[in-house]
């Protein structure tokens, strides 16, 4: 989606101000928020939270801070799903009952559930569409759904830098579509092919692909 | 929270359909400085996050023991400690830098670390004809297990906007000037993969231990947002 969250390239937000011995968190809330929406195991599809978040209204998103982006969107997910009701999220009393026969994280589970991780990459055979060294073009493509493919690419010239290998693909993936596993490279964009004739002629951007992402240049 | 700031909210609710500020883009990178009771959100997040965590613990859909260790492990387990041992290593030891930029998943593994939000890492070497700096312009992507959670500056408008198209202005503000003939390469962790930035070893820190040498690497250093210099202590070392 051609969401405010696809910021790369934007003016105007101001200096970038690094807060000198900052603390993992800010508040008790954000720290709980963070922790229900790690632990949750939720009716949607993996990576549903983030999309939820790029759903937010424009202005609404911008004025946010990060964990209550978090905060509305793990509300809005659980509500959709009917995991909750918005009754229940505004009073803070639950209505159904305790929900059996799902899987809960317990704390002695936190630690190994870490430490594996969510690995992405797929053990598929997937044919690489392009090589190390090719020039490709990313495609003009404007999905309204979740997507990995950043604005600030569209229709430019790039070089295949590095072959990461098979991964699931999120823009299928979110959508419900399933994993649709396929090469990801990161492609090498030089600054001057994004930005035109005033950027500097040395510098580039590298940026993740997927195959589907990508055209023959 | 005071009864005030309930007040405050309250009449807020009523205009926030309306009431867009204009202007206010950004919130995540001063809501938490000076004017951190300046707030625009129509109701309170810490009063919606309890009862959001009271709805899930009665309906039994989360632990709260599970949830005190998640937090546990993020404030005190996981951070940027981590990945200075992975840069200290790679500075000591030649056949682990090689290893490390040849297949950073790995080599990480090597030292204990991996899993959430590193299972795919990539290390690019800061040289002195390479400066790289690291990105998430659609998110927050950022390598946990090495750095812990993002700083709120990583996530905020003004980095993820700017640096990829003036990322050398960024670093000038920064305190960090990068040299005309000094390429920089910006990597947008726009997939799975997270990118660990290896700096450059100070000069003058030939003689120090690894030990020593991890003390000198910093997080900034790590996403390539500042370079690593020899602290009093270290020099008289």
Same mark, same amino acid.
């Given at each position: ?7 790369? =390239? ?16 800010? &508040?008790?809330?954000?720290?709980? %928020?963070?922790?229900?929406?790690? &632990? ?18 424009? &202005? ?14 793990? +509300? ?7 995991? %909750? ?31 594996? =991780? ?6 598929? *055979? ?5 090589? =190390? ?52 490279? +990161?492609?090498?964009?030089? &600054? ?8 500097? *002629?040395?510098? +580039? ?13 | ?14 205009? @926030? ?11 995540? @990178?001063?809501?938490?400085? @000076? ?66 930029? /040849? ?53 905020? /408008? /003004? ?79």
């Amino acid at each position: 989606m051609n969401g405010v969250h696809d910021m790369g =390239g934007l003016q105007n937000f101001g200096p970038v101000r690094i807060e000198k011995n900052e603390p993992v968190f800010h &508040a008790e809330w954000e720290r709980r %928020v963070f922790a229900m929406y790690e &632990a949750i195991d939720g009716d949607w599809p993996s990576g549903a939270g983030r999309y939820q978040r790029e759903l937010m209204p424009p &202005a609404e998103y911008l004025r946010a801070s990060y964990y209550e982006r978090w905060l509305r969107s793990l +509300s809005e997910l659980l509500v959709k799903s009917g995991m %909750v009701t918005r009754t229940e999220l505004e009073t803070g009393i639950a209505t159904g009952g305790n929900t059996m026969g799902r899987k809960v994280l317990r704390a002695a589970e936190v630690r190994p559930a870490i430490a594996a =991780g969510y690995p992405a990459a797929r053990n598929v *055979p997937a044919v690489a569409k392009f090589h =190390g060294g090719e020039h490709v073009r990313a495609r003009n493509i404007n999905s309204a759904g979740h997507t990995r493919l950043p604005r600030y690419v569209r229709g430019k010239r790039g070089t295949i830098a590095r072959d990461h290998g098979v991964f699931i693909f999120n823009d299928s993936l979110v959508q419900g579509l399933g994993e649709k596993p396929q090469h990801v490279y +990161s492609v090498r964009f030089a &600054a001057r092919e994004l930005w035109g004739s005033d950027a500097s *002629p040395s510098d +580039s951007v590298y940026v993740d692909l997927w195959d589907d992402h990508l055209e023959p240049a | 929270m005071t009864t005030t700031r309930r007040e405050l909210l309250a009449t807020a609710l009523t205009a @926030a359909g309306a009431a867009v500020t204009p202007g206010l883009a950004d919130a995540e @990178a001063h809501d938490h400085g @000076a004017g951190a009771d300046h707030q625009d959100v129509p109701s309170d997040p810490a009063l919606r996050t309890k009862a959001l965590e009271s709805v899930l613990v009665a309906r039994g859909l989360v632990d709260r023991a599970a949830l005190d260790t998640l937090v546990e492990v993020y404030e005190h387990e996981i951070g940027p400690r981590n990945g200075a041992r992975v840069v200290a290593r790679a500075w000591v030891d030649e056949a682990y830098r090689r290893r490390l930029l /040849a297949d950073g998943t790995a080599a990480i593994r090597e030292l204990g670390y991996g899993g959430e939000e590193s299972e795919h890492l990539v290390v690019v070497e800061n040289t002195d004809r390479v400066h790289n700096l690291v990105v998430c312009t659609l998110c927050s992507c950022y390598p946990w297990a090495l750095l812990g959670l993002p700083p709120v500056w990583y996530k905020s /408008a /003004a980095y993820r906007s700017r640096v990829v198209i003036d990322p050398r202005g960024v670093l000038r503000e920064l305190g960090l000037e990068v040299p005309a003939d000094t390429e920089v390469r910006v990597w947008d962790s726009t997939a799975e993969v997270r990118y660990l930035v290896l700096p450059q070893r100070p000069a003058g820190a030939k003689k120090l231990s690894e030990a020593e040498l991890a003390s000198l690497v910093t997080r900034d250093a790590m996403i390539g947002a500042a370079r690593l210099t020899l602290s009093h202590e270290a020099v008289r070392t």
